[in-house]
């Protein structure tokens, strides 16, 4: 039953909704875990973005094709550590040099030349935007340059950051930022890496390549960016350098004048204006390419930061891009996943079962079923519960009990209960501060009890059709 395939997941720590859509991948996990095989047979998949990640997959998985291209690094930690005073510095170290008048950068992201390799850096985007990229199976970034001040220590996001840059598997080089001021404490900050992050310093017989320097004194930049191409070749950082082109868009706006504008990493293959595109819900042809100093380009590879005009729609930010062979497929597969962006905003955007409607909205016909999440203050009292509940089964519903455990209605239930359309009942507890407004954004009803008669009596009614609504 759907009921126990998400409650079985959420035990481990796992969301899954009712009627959502899961990759391939998952789907065989799924399956895994009772025992069954998922077997794809290409013809029979309907859904044609899926069809196209898989045909890339296959396309850029060719080992024997790959070669090295250049990192992108993301810059990220704790507000004032001096994220974005590096970045300027190295822009300005880098590129300033050779290009007379100083163009400014339009578009979030750069490249740089050091020692005749490139480094492309990403403009710092939020921890989450890190995650929400490696939910659609997409990662923009490379190398992590962790900024931690010297004169401030790890603080709450620089825990974050890492936390962040840890679960996407991505190396973490640290800089120790602002070792020119008075109070910098190089030793202290190390100290902090090593014991609240376990980050332990090379130097200190660990293996995190640890850089001191002063963003604003322009110290150490040169050491930093040396350690990036090191890291960045002993990862085997790689793409397929021909083809169709693949990329991630890292931010998306609408031009009054020129209409949708987006920015893309390229991960795989050469983009070039006349290509047809897709990103999810939106597709186009592109019309013009332009690199970070807004001068127009023939062409973007791997690594190179893009800025591209021609989406018919803004795509979302972290969504991928794809080149296909024509029009007409970009528009099918556009217009799919916006039809099921839609279905899924839908189902979102309901609210959940509740005792007084139960009856009413449950579809006619079939066995309807009653999901429950039963709260209590004792072993003894959940179990009564449990047993009273199931004796009230009728004909026509069937009561399950998807969960049950002692204490207070807390976010996990909430979760739970959307996940799996459950009312929560409680006797003798209370809601949580968090679950009550989780419950309320998520449209979950709790029914709360202090005594086992009103309980019974609510749920008869419930089943019956005839409880009043509250007030
Ligand atoms: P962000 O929030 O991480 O982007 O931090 P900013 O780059 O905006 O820097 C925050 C403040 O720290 C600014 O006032 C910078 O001038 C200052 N700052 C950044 N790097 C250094 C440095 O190496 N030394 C000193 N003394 N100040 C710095």
Redesign the pocket.
């Known amino acids: 039953p759907l009921s126990k395939i998400i409650k079985d997941h959420f035990m481990r720590g796992i969301i899954l909704r009712p009627a959502q859509a899961v990759n391939l991948e998952e789907a065989r996990q799924i399956a895994a875990q009772y025992g069954w095989n998922v077997e794809l047979k290409e013809e029979e998949i309907s859904d044609p973005l899926e069809m196209l990640k898989v045909k890339y997959e296959k396309l850029y998985g060719d080992e024997s094709k790959l070669v090295q291209r250049p990192p992108v690094v993301t810059v990220m930690?704790?507000?004032?550590?001096?994220?974005?005073?590096?970045?300027?510095r190295i822009r300005k170290t880098a590129v300033a040099e050779k290009e007379v008048g100083g163009i400014t950068q339009s578009i979030g992201a750069y490249h740089v030349e050091v020692n005749g390799k490139r480094i492309t850096f990403i403009d710092?985007p939020g921890h989450e935007a890190f995650t929400e990229m490696r939910a659609r199976g997409a990662q923009a970034t490379d190398i992590v340059v962790l900024?931690v001040?010297a004169d401030d220590g790890v603080m709450p996001q620089t825990i974050e950051a890492f936390n962040h840059a840890k679960t996407a598997n991505v190396p973490i080089i640290v800089a120790i930022?602002?070792?020119?001021?008075p109070n910098a404490n190089i030793d202290l900050t190390k100290q902090q890496l090593a014991s609240k992050l376990g980050l332990v310093p090379e130097d200190w017989g660990g293996d995190t390549i640890v850089v001191p320097?002063?963003?604003?004194?322009g110290?150490g930049i040169d050491e930093l960016l040396e350690m990036i191409l090191l890291v960045a070749e002993m990862s085997e950082i790689k793409c397929v350098p021909e083809g169709n082109a693949r990329g991630i868009i890292i931010e998306s706006e609408l031009d009054k004048g020129v209409g949708p504008l987006a920015t893309a990493i390229i991960k795989d293959g050469i983009l070039r204006p006349g290509d047809y595109i897709v990103a999810g819900s939106t597709h186009g042809k592109v019309r013009a390419l332009r690199d970070e100093k807004g001068r127009k380009v023939k062409m973007a590879g791997p690594s190179d930061p893009v800025q591209i005009i021609g989406f018919e729609e803004v795509p979302d930010m972290h969504e991928i891009l794809y080149v296909v062979d024509n029009l007409d497929q970009a528009r099918e597969i556009s217009a799919f996943v916006k039809e099921r962006q839609k279905k899924e905003r839908m189902v979102k955007g309901k609210r959940h079962v509740r005792l007084e409607e139960f009856m009413r909205v449950s579809g006619d016909g079939e066995r309807k079923t009653l999901n429950l999440i039963i709260k209590s203050d004792s072993f003894g009292a959940v179990e009564a519960l449990k047993q009273a509940v199931a004796k009230l089964e009728t004909e026509e519903v069937h009561i399950e009990t998807v969960h049950s455990g002692i204490g207070p209605v807390n976010s996990s239930d909430i979760m739970l209960a959307a996940a799996s359309d459950a009312v929560v009942i409680g006797y003798k507890v209370k809601t949580d501060a968090q679950a009550r407004s989780q419950a309320e954004e998520e449209g979950v009803q709790i029914k709360l009890y202090e005594i086992i008669f009103d309980l019974i009596d609510d749920l008869k009614k419930a089943l019956e059709g005839l409880l009043e609504p509250e007030e």
Request: net charge positive.
């Open positions: 930690g704790h507000v004032d550590h001096g994220k974005t005073t590096l970045l300027d710092t900024v001040a930022n602002k070792i020119d001021k320097i002063s963003a604003k004194m110290k």
